[in-house]
């Protein structure tokens, strides 16, 4: 199993926005349709922090290169404007070692 992690700094603490959470949302329902396992959106008063389960890194891959991913990217960056790539603190793709 993959677990894909993505984090992103808020600035000065402000609340999300009902367009960044859509466009978050959108992906992980993208993500559960094509073959995602779980899926979490979480935040605290410093980060949003996206995170899905696949059942190996190859649909992972597939759903991350499809067009369907690009378009529903596009509204997330959108909807973040000019904060995402300044603000985007990390990326994880990684084998899920122990799960509980």
Known sequence: ??????????????DLTDGQINGWRNFLDLAMAKGCLRT???E???????????????VLDSVVNSEAYEKVGEKVMASW??????NHELT???????DS
């Open 1 to 14: 199993m993959i677990m894909r992690v993505w984090v992103v700094s808020k600035e000065a603490d402000l």
């Open 40 to 42: 979490t959106l979480a």
């Open 44 to 58: 605290d008063s410093e980060r949003i922090i996206a995170v899905s389960y696949w059942p190996s890194q190859e």
């Open 81 to 86: 404007g000019d904060q995402m790539i300044p």
């Open 92 to 98: 994880f793709n990684g084998k899920i070692l122990a």
